[in-house]
């Protein structure tokens, strides 16, 4: 999926909290938007947004040597998540569908999405995932999903935010033991999840791990690992979680299973579904 005009001043937004993080000079923040302002305008916006998001971190990198700008912030939103889980192992001890709550609760942390807020509180996240509950999942039905992570052989499931990567944990617990492998990013990208991160969260206890390569807060193939992209185009089952991934896979060349809130209204109109949607959609990768 491309960017549009409309993805610019999303671009710039999250270019101007990154120079608010990495510094306390605005000197060099405005440094900072100057020089992104110069990239956007130089670069070739044919491409997705997250590919377009990767070049303006490198500038920031650049400017201010600081390698994690979210480091900390991740940190403390998996601390608080990690907080949470026994009452998540109630709801999927209690329930009569594990594997629909645990994609539930999948889903609940990507609703969440804290961004750069540096504080959450546990009740406000605890009414998020009760309400995830009831929410219904459009596109495809979840039985489905669950048949084909049943026969699957090998699944690669791709991350998204660092502190999700819990809410990821309970979904995966429902997967058969021994199949699944879970790709991060290969180095820092916004707030998205880390190796680092991913072992905070616990998720080696449920899949294999694995990075990706890139640090692109998405996954774009064409800056993955060849080792990565091996896996992702033999794997039996890919299941991608997160707009992002759905922005730079949805035409990928093979199927995907993506899982994610629609949050913008580009990606409502490519998908199909309605702003604040929760989306499971199968995608040939095609068009």
Do not use: W
Request: glycine share 8%.
């Amino acid at each position: 999926m491309i960017a549009r005009l409309e993805c610019l001043p999303c671009l710039v937004r999250q270019a101007r909290e990154m120079a608010l993080m990495t510094s306390t000079d605005q000197q060099v923040q405005m440094n900072i938007l100057r020089r992104v302002l110069a990239y956007m305008a130089e670069t070739d916006l044919d491409r997705s947004p997250p590919e377009i998001m990767q070049g303006i971190g490198e500038v920031v990198r650049t400017i201010t040597g600081i390698e994690d700008p979210y480091r900390e912030i991740k940190e403390f939103h998996t601390a608080v998540a990690m907080d949470l889980l026994p009452e998540m192992d109630r709801m999927v001890e209690d329930s009569t569908d594990p594997f629909l709550t645990g994609m539930k609760l999948a889903i609940a942390g990507n609703i969440i999405d804290l961004g750069a807020r540096s504080s959450v509180s546990e009740d406000a996240i605890l009414k998020i995932l009760d309400e995830a509950m009831n929410l219904n999942v459009s596109g495809m039905a979840p039985h489905l999903l669950k048949e084909r992570v049943e026969e699957a052989d090998t699944v690669l499931y791709l991350a998204d935010n660092a502190g999700e990567t819990v809410f990821d944990r309970k979904f995966l617990q429902q997967f058969p033991v021994g199949r699944t492998t879970v790709a991060v990013r290969g180095g820092p990208a916004l707030n998205d999840a880390t190796m680092s991160d991913a072992l905070q969260a616990g998720l080696d206890t449920v899949a294999s791990l694995m990075e990706n390569g890139s640090r692109a807060p998405a996954t774009v193939l064409d800056d993955c690992s060849p080792q990565f992209n091996r896996l992702f185009s033999g794997a039996d089952l890919v299941i991608a979680k997160g707009q992002g991934n759905y922005e730079s896979l949805s035409s990928c060349g093979r199927e995907v299973h993506f899982l994610f809130r629609v949050k913008c209204e580009l990606v409502a109109r490519h998908s199909g579904f309605p702003l604040g949607s929760l989306v499971l959609l199968q995608s040939s990768g095609e068009g």
